[in-house]
């Protein structure tokens, strides 16, 4: 007999195609946080009904509650000119009062209103509606950070992948003068495209204003020191906030947000906040190392510690995300290397000294036949390809459906159950086995989705290419494949039949595997795409 599954987070029944089994509810709650300041609960709030707000709001087709909390709540809505979803966000009608607070609520307003940028959540429109402030905003359809990470660990690629993405919202935030200051999982949303957005800037302390008042006729002059939180509160979140948040919250600058992003960085990686005593990642699960230095770095107590930019951020996990994580057997071999190197410095002269104390003893020895020098050598094994691999990828039209794993050089059969699933659904699941390649015939084109970062070897035959030439192709990212866009962190490229082939490219997979691919011929019967691939292995692998 079976259970009507449930939301984990509020318990309500879950609809059958919830996204990650969350609830709307919980979903959007979460991604448009109502209230972040530490000092004391709010004060209690009811929302207007549906019926009561549509009154307020004619231009705007109100279409349920998604959340709501002390500090406000948030509505689903259609604006009827446009036939567009948006979301409405109000504030409790008793928060606005005073002329103070409808200054610091327009000043936020244009603050969010600045930021126009991909990974941002957009503000279409703020205002004050039959004496309800409010904010009009883009409408995410997807899920937040939270609800993923209490859904199930990350692994480090999906980690990586998120990341940069932040960086630059926040990045772009910056420049323009604002300060997020309670970046934590709720607030960044992942859309069904696997796109982040970073939502509810309307906590942030405006660094710079520039005198928009004047430029738009007014000669009101705005002071460079005006924030948008009321003075000495401490705005965010305890658990993500920068040491000098708390202790001095009228002095934090941008790198407060870097620190945050530490800490989430920190959790999508271990599954945990970091302890009072930070221990490096790599202490609690197996990741590259090398992530230890980039989080321990964002997370460090004094700010000038700190990194200075969320783009250096950025550039050092794309710069992990894009190369091999050095293998332990490589540095047992450097390592060899060397101390056989010191043991070579050290004997010679214990040599020499002997060859002095024997040459009187040799005097009148018939060395007879002289030998050649036998000369004792260290051989540094390098890097070559390890077997070539041929393999057909059928279309997922066929079932059942086949799909790639490169790294194993492995096909990898989809059980039935699992195709009958949603999408999500189904590409989560291949993700989770690390599934590189998958493809879909058309009439006269293929679309071939992959988790590989591609580059082209145009020019270069099979038999010339190397891998020093496969990482720098990597490093260049150049790829003439057509993009059709980007489905749950995997990448859609479109080839036509009548492709000049072979094609050949360097890739790297999710894992850090290095090889070159080449798409051969496509085939009638059955109907699939040729491909030939071979990684990059250690001499040692090899043999």
Not at 9 to 20: D, H, T, V, Y
């Amino acid at each position: 007999m079976g259970t009507t599954p449930l939301c984990p987070s509020c318990g309500k029944p879950l609809a059958a195609n919830a996204p990650k089994g969350l609830c709307q509810e919980c979903l959007l709650k979460a991604g448009f946080p109502t209230g972040t300041e530490t000092g004391g609960k709010a004060p209690p709030f009811n929302p207007p009904t549906v019926a009561e707000l549509a009154g307020k709001f004619p231009q705007l087709e109100i279409i349920e509650l998604i959340g709501s909390g002390g500090m406000g709540a948030v509505y689903k809505a259609r604006q009827k000119e446009l036939d567009r979803i948006v979301a409405l966000k109000i504030l409790p009608p008793g928060i606005g009062h005073d002329a103070a607070f409808a200054d610091r609520f327009a000043r936020e307003a244009r603050a969010l209103a600045r930021l126009n940028h991909p990974n941002i959540i957009t503000l279409y429109e703020f205002g004050r509606a039959d004496g309800l402030f409010f904010f009009l905003m883009e409408f995410v359809d997807g899920v937040n950070l939270r609800q993923l990470l209490n859904a199930r660990q990350l692994s480090a690629r999906e980690a990586l992948a998120i990341v940069p993405q932040i960086c630059d919202a926040l990045q772009y935030a910056h420049d323009q003068g604002i300060v997020h200051r309670d970046i934590k999982p709720e607030n960044i949303l992942l859309d069904r495209k696997g796109r982040v957005k970073v939502a509810d800037f309307g906590l942030a302390r405006l660094m710079v204003l520039e005198a928009e008042e004047s430029a738009q006729g007014s000669s009101e002059e705005i002071s460079a020191s005006a924030t948008l939180t009321e003075a000495g509160k401490v705005m965010g979140t305890p658990d993500y906030m920068a040491p000098e948040q708390a202790e001095k919250p009228t002095e934090v600058d941008h790198r407060a947000d870097i620190y945050s992003l530490g800490v989430v960085l920190y959790q999508m990686l271990t599954g945990e906040l970091p302890g009072r005593r930070i221990e490096p990642p790599s202490k609690k699960v197996h990741l590259d190392v090398r992530l230890d230095e980039v989080v321990l770095r964002a997370l460090e107590r004094e700010p000038n510690r700190r990194y200075q930019q969320a783009s250096q951020v950025k550039t050092d996990v794309e710069t992990i995300a894009q190369t091999p994580a050095p293998r332990k057997s490589e540095a047992w071999k450097v390592a060899a290397v060397i101390a056989a190197g010191v043991f070579v410095l050290l004997a010679i002269p214990f040599g020499l000294v002997l060859l002095y104390l024997l040459i009187p003893s040799m005097k009148g020895i018939n060395p007879g036949k002289a030998r050649p020098a036998t000369v004792a050598t260290v051989a540094v094994e390098g890097m070559l390809f390890g077997p070539e691999i041929e393999r057909v990828l059928y279309s997922a039209t066929a079932r059942p459906i086949r799909v790639l794993d490169l790294d194993r050089g492995e096909e990898i059969e989809v059980p039935a159950a699992r195709e009958k699933g949603t999408e999500e659904e189904f590409f989560f699941w291949i993700s989770e086995r690390g599934v590189d390649l998958m493809g879909q015939s058309h009439r006269t084109a293929w679309t071939l989705t992959t988790s590989l970062k591609l580059a082209s070897l145009e020019g270069t035959s099979w038999a010339d290419i190397t891998p020093e030439k496969l990482r720098e192709a990597v490093m260049s990212g150049t790829n003439t494949l057509a993009h059709e866009g980007t489905v749950f962190g995997y990448d859609q490229y479109h080839i036509k039949t009548n492709t000049a082939l072979p094609m050949s490219f360097a890739f790297q997979t999710r894992q850090g595997g290095l090889g070159v691919l080449q798409i051969v011929a496509f085939t009638r019967e059955p109907g699939g795409v040729k491909l030939r691939f071979k990684l990059v292995q250690a001499v040692s692998e090899i043999r």
